[in-house]
């Protein structure tokens, strides 16, 4: 602290005291200005903590709050007194305000003490403020009550502020912090320390029950387990519940789920649940139990004549409309199949399929084998070879289990080439041989199944072209030897003649003297022949 006087040529000493509250004073240093010497006065607060400079500044370490006091610097001459007061104020920062004994929950519409807000070690005091979310909170009757308590340390004459706050809360502060602050006065003015954040779990009780139910409601199917599942939207939710089974009026207690396993579809119907301390707090949901039934007849393996009827009906029952589809040998059939009279083409595997688009994995099949036996059925044909040759005899067969096909041939004759076959489709094949018969034969074409054996035969005539053949071959024989014959006589009469005409020539040339006379004889030659 300086003193705050100008220091007098003439100057004796100066001394430094203070004034107790009644105004006395307390002497504390003095400093003689011709000795240059220091004394300090035995004031055990004092002690060791002061220091008084040559221009009679004075100095207090280790600053407590007693040295809040009015200080006066006095500088003495021979003649006068002077004299200036300091008055020196002491601070403390408080402790940052720390919020303490917290509740562990609140509840609605109950008011609760939420918790202490502490501030310590201030001087002079300081003032505790609450927020909520950031916003002051103000006293408010029943709903907000704030209770402030300032203490002091007679040893340390620091303040311990405590601030309670008592708080009827509602499901709005779930997650909101509350926080309090300290205000307090130092050297520089007025200043404010937070806390840090704190949130409060609100207990409020449940309004609103829920049922819902697992699998989800539209895909539970015969077999299934079904999981019932309850909620409250209190906090905390409700433990337990009472659970109501279509048909019973007595609630079964659980805890928030119940299981029903191997449903069946008189499980339908609607299930409830409710509080347990209070059952008019009810919820309900309806559950449907999907199901699928299909019957054919007639199924299995079934064995029917050829020309029988045969009903065949699948019958469905289902909890919805279900898709029906009719398979034959793996192929989908535009209808389903109807047998008035029954042929080769319609054995086969049916299989009536249906299913629920809705309900995954509810499907059912039946399958129906069909065979078509008959006995087997003959009829022969005929056909002959444009160079009348030969003839293809044909025994077409119709028949169920696959007739075996044996040939027999009454007469002569000789089988040009064996027998061949053609697939066995639809309960018919053919067998052929081709035939070249010397005389009239028969065929006899034999089938034969487990059911009955069948014969058929077809008289074939010899070859009538064979002779005619024969003669036209003796006629060609003829009419070539007969040429060669004709040839050799006109070849005989042409040598006589030429032999002939050579003779005449030599008489002629000797009888005919002259070439006017040759003329002549030409002349008379071509009148003569005309």
């Excluded at 779990?201 to 299934?224: C, F, M, R, S, W």
């Excluded at 409700?238 to 007595?250: D, M, R």
Aim: hydrophobic letters at 35%.
């Amino acid at each position: 602290m300086p003193c705050r006087l100008k220091v007098p040529q003439n100057l004796m000493f100066g001394k430094w005291k203070y004034e107790k509250p009644d105004g006395s004073p307390v002497f504390i240093a003095f400093r003689s200005s011709t000795k240059k010497s220091v004394q300090y006065d035995d004031v055990p607060e004092y002690k060791d903590r002061l220091n008084l400079s040559e221009n009679y500044t004075l100095s207090i370490s280790n600053a407590r709050i007693s040295d809040e006091k009015r200080f006066v610097c006095m500088l003495v001459t021979e003649d006068n007194v002077f004299e200036a007061p300091t008055i020196v104020k002491v601070f403390k920062q408080p402790s940052k305000p720390e919020i303490v004994s917290k509740a562990p929950f609140l509840e609605t519409e109950q008011l609760k003490k939420l918790g202490d807000c502490i501030s310590k070690d201030s001087y002079p005091d300081g003032n505790i403020t609450w927020y909520r979310n950031g916003r002051v909170l103000q006293p408010l009757e029943g709903a907000v009550v704030i209770i402030f308590k300032n203490q002091m340390d007679p040893v340390t004459q620091l303040y311990t502020m405590t601030s309670s706050l008592e708080y009827k809360a509602t499901k709005a502060d779930l997650r909101i912090p509350f926080t309090c602050s300290v205000t307090y006065y130092g050297p520089s003015g007025q200043k404010t320390v937070d806390s840090e954040q704190a949130v409060f779990d609100i207990y409020y009780p449940t309004e609103q029950v829920t049922i819902e139910v697992l699998p989800p409601k539209n895909a539970i199917k015969e077999g299934d387990n079904i999981t019932l599942e309850c909620r409250g939207n209190g906090n905390p939710p409700p433990a337990e519940f009472l659970f109501y089974l279509p048909g019973q009026p007595e609630g079964i207690r659980s805890s928030n789920t119940y299981t029903l396993t191997d449903v069946r579809r008189n499980a339908t119907g609607d299930y409830k649940c409710s509080l347990i301390d209070k059952r008019s707090m009810i919820a309900s949901t309806a559950v449907t139990v999907h199901y699928l039934d299909l019957s054919l007849n007639p199924s299995g393996e079934v064995t029917k004549q050829i020309g029988d009827a045969l009903p065949v009906s699948c019958t469905i029952s289902a909890s919805r409309n279900a898709t029906v589809v009719w398979m034959k040998d793996n192929i989908r059939l535009r209808s389903s199949p109807s047998f008035s009279s029954l042929r080769y083409q319609d054995a086969g595997n049916y299989v009536c399929e249906t299913a629920l688009q809705e309900v995954e994995g509810l499907k059912k099949r039946e399958s129906l084998t069909l065979v078509v036996e008959g006995k087997p059925q003959i009829k022969m044909t005929k056909k002959t070879d444009p160079s009348g040759l030969s003839k293809t005899i044909i025994c077409h067969v119709e028949g169920f289990p696959k007739p075996a096909i044996q040939w027999t041939i009454t007469g002569s004759g000789s089988v040009i080439n064996q027998t061949e076959e053609s697939p066995y489709v639809n309960g018919r094949y053919y067998s052929k041989i081709i035939i070249s018969p010397e005389e009239n034969v028969t065929l006899t074409c034999t089938a034969e199944n487990q059911l009955e054996r069948t014969v058929n035969s077809l008289n074939v005539s010899a070859n009538e072209n064979r002779e005619k053949v024969n003669d036209q071959a003796k006629l060609i024989v003829g009419i070539v030897v007969g040429l060669l014959l004709a040839a050799l006589v006109a070849g005989v009469v042409y040598w006589l003649y030429m032999k002939k005409s050579k003779t005449a020539s030599k008489h002629v040339n000797k009888d005919l003297g002259n070439l006017e006379e040759n003329k002549k004889l030409e002349e008379n030659n071509h009148k003569t022949e005309a």
